[in-house]
């Protein structure tokens, strides 16, 4: 996917970014993505100035799963936030940032109390270990559902 130079850019007059706007530097790259049974290639750039994040995220020939999310921290909630949409319907709306060496991503509780998590952790220079799980109403403990190893590319 290729970006018009335009949505790189900042806004003549935008504020100064702050020191927070850049804690998920560590994901911008290009990436192979592998977990038991597949891979993928995900895509992240900063895009408006570095105000924002956007993945493009291509599993469709194992996982038969194409996504892209925006990822901004919000100065107003002093919290990031991302929307995450894909090819299969998913629409996932989450908020958090960083934990100690991890950073971590929630959704809301569903309609039924449940909760998603994204966490990203064992943060080097060429990898990280990304997890998404769900979490039972009212309850801190997490099931993970898909782990993914990230090794840098580019």
């Known amino acids: 996917m290729r970006i018009d130079p335009d949505w790189l850019e900042p806004a003549a007059e935008a504020l ?18 592998t977990w038991e049974g ?11 100035g570095h105000r924002a994040i956007l993945e493009t995220f291509d599993g469709a020939r194992d ?20 929307l995450w949409a894909d090819n299969q319907g998913s629409v996932f709306d989450l908020r958090g940032g960083r934990r100690g060496e991890e950073f971590e991503l929630r959704t809301d ?15 080097t220079p060429d990898g990280l270990l990304w997890e998404w799980s769900r979490g039972a109403a009212g309850s801190q403990r997490f099931e993970v559902l898909w782990s993914l190893r990230y090794r840098r590319l580019v």
């Open 63 to 82: 996982a038969g799963l194409r996504g892209t999310s925006v990822s901004a921290f919000d100065a107003a909630h002093g919290r990031w936030a991302q």
């Open 16 to 33: 100064p970014l702050p020191a927070q706007a850049h804690e998920l530097d560590f994901w911008i790259g290009e990436w192979e993505v």
């Open 38 to 48: 597949g891979s993928a290639r995900n895509t992240i750039r900063p895009i408006l």
């Open 109 to 123: 509780p569903d309609r039924e109390g449940g909760l998603r998590r994204m966490r990203f952790s064992q943060i």
